[in-house]
């Protein structure tokens, strides 16, 4: 099946450092990437939907300059937390989904990060 | 994209069928239903989605009623390992759709 890997697994850093995630698509080409973050005992909130070679779109309360999303080729998203805080602190999630139409999301095993 | 309810949380005896019901009374003809689950610390995995017929494949089967307005994923045999959240989502199914999750149900498979 479809494989989407997310590196890191975790990362802990000092607060005002910027962190960078990466999101492959291994066996598929990934016209759409999502990225989504989830606090302990919630549900996952989308942050932004990224189509290859296209500026992100970011769901609404979500700092675009805080969060930035290059989609620069179909296997790989990244996600870079910038000038990362201790509220920036949880669990970050990308999936990915092929061009064909109607074909499901695949997720990553998420980025866990802590900001000290 | 319709929301969804889901009851919060069910129990299920190992080696018992799991029924997980779900409710999206306000879903359009072109919305899809699907079913995700997330095992703790982990990311959401795929199990299967419908738009109007049953379904089934290796992990779950999928009904969905008539009406469209409520579906039940089966996990024919549950096991300890099935113990996880399980989201049920509608989506269009085009290109653009995106995901919107909602609190889920919490599967505890019990031996």
């Known amino acids: 099946g479809a494989v989407v890997s997310q590196h890191p697994s975790w990362v802990i850093c000092k607060s005002g450092t910027s962190v960078k995630i990466e999101c492959r698509s291994l066996?598929?080409?990934?016209?759409?990437m999502f990225w989504y973050r989830q606090f302990p005992k919630q549900s996952l909130m989308l942050m932004a939907t990224?189509?290859?070679?296209?500026?992100?779109?970011?769901e609404q309360g979500v700092e675009k300059d805080k969060f930035l999303i290059n989609h620069a080729s179909l296997t790989l998203s990244t996600l870079t937390v910038t000038s990362a805080h201790p509220e920036d602190s949880s669990f970050y999630i990308c999936s990915a989904r092929e061009w064909k139409i109607n074909q499901p999301q695949h997720f990553g095993d998420g980025t866990r990060l802590s900001i000290l | 994209d319709a929301k969804t309810t889901q009851p919060t949380s069910m129990d299920c005896a190992e080696g018992r069928a799991a029924n997980l019901p779900c409710n999206h009374s306000?879903?359009?003809?072109?919305?899809?239903v699907y079913w995700y689950r997330q095992i703790h610390s982990q990311g959401p995995q795929y199990i299967i989605h419908?738009?109007?017929n049953n379904e089934t494949n290796e992990m779950a089967s999928l009904i969905i009623t008539e009406d469209r307005k409520s579906s039940t994923l089966i996990l024919p045999h549950a096991t300890l390992r099935d113990t996880a959240v399980y989201y049920c989502?509608?989506?269009?199914?085009?290109?653009?759709?995106?995901?919107?999750f909602g609190q889920g149900t919490e599967l505890s498979v019990k031996p």
């Open positions: 066996d598929f080409q990934a016209t759409t």
């Open positions: 419908g738009l109007k």
């Open positions: 990224s189509n290859e070679g296209s500026k992100a779109t970011y």
């Open positions: 989502i509608v989506r269009v199914g085009n290109q653009g759709g995106k995901l919107i």
């Open positions: 306000t879903i359009s003809g072109n919305e899809y």
